[in-house]
Nanobody, 124 residues
Framework: QVQLVESGGGLVQAGGSLRLSCTAS????????VGWYRQAPGQLRELVAG???????QYGNAVKGRFTIFRDNDKNTVYLQMNSLKPEDTAVYYC??????????????????WGQGTQVTVSS
């Protein structure tokens, strides 16, 4: 499993924006699908957005039209641009990657390692 580090979280007012970064080390993300996930206190981890190695994207229903996932293979980084943030977006955000898209977007419970994530807090 490729090693990833999340960054870019913080405290923002409702309606504001943040950009999260997911940077890989020791391995190229170029051939991996990458997902962004979030987990709020007392809630299950959920998929926020996923991007295939070829660039095709998918989003969770709660963030469609507000969040954008994109990748920069030269920087070995996948970003999550979050606009029009809402208090319900408050959570710890994680990323993970696998060559198999179904693992990233559906079977992410099979991941055996998760990074520390980055906290996003949206105040009302």
């Amino acid at each position: 499993q490729v090693q990833l580090v999340e960054s870019g979280g913080g405290l923002v007012q409702a309606g504001g924006s943040l950009r999260l970064s997911c940077t890989a080390s020791g391995s190229s993300l170029r051939v991996h699908a990458v997902g962004w996930y979030r987990q709020a206190p007392g809630q299950l981890r959920e998929l926020v957005a996923g991007i295939r190695s070829g660039g095709r994207r998918q989003y969770g229903n709660a963030v469609k039209g507000r969040f954008t996932i994109f990748r920069d293979n030269d920087k070995n980084t996948v970003y999550l641009q979050m606009n029009s943030l809402k208090p319900e977006d408050t959570a710890v955000y994680y990323c993970n990657a696998d060559p198999d898209l179904s693992i990233v977007t559906r079977d992410y419970g099979k991941f055996t390692f998760w990074g520390q994530g980055t906290q996003v807090t949206v105040s009302s």
